[in-house]
Nanobody, 116 residues
């Protein structure tokens, strides 16, 4: 059974930092892309950042220069370093993995709250 478990969320003041982690277990096929999404209250789930198996990264415009996504393939883990946090970064953050046959897996989500 596939499980993705996020950690590292919480409450932080504006300008602060958090580091999210997501570790996967039970995935049979090679993981291609690893991504982070954010769902703010009352809004849809939006892509924040993606990293491919080759290490290429892509970010939403709103987080460029502040967030950094990285991965450890040996540990099936993806990280999101979030710096200079803003109140508008508040939301539930989900990790998403896509394996080489196109199957997608989601974590349960973790709350990030940035106070002004």
């Amino acid at each position: 059974q596939v499980q993705l478990v996020e950690s590292g969320g919480g409450l932080v003041q504006a300008g602060g930092s958090l580091r999210l982690s997501c570790v996967a277990s039970g995935i049979i096929y090679t993981i291609n892309s690893m991504s982070w999404y954010c769902q703010a209250p009352g809004k849809q789930r939006d892509l924040v950042a993606t990293i491919t198996s080759g290490g290429e990264t892509n970010y939403a415009d709103s987080v460029k220069g502040r967030f950094t996504i990285s991965r450890d393939n040996a540990k099936n883990t993806v990280y999101l370093q979030m710096n200079s946090l803003k109140p508008e970064d508040t939301g539930v953050y989900y990790c998403n993995f896509r394996d080489r046959i196109g199957q997608r897996y989601w974590g349960q989500g973790i709350q990030v709250t940035v106070s002004s």
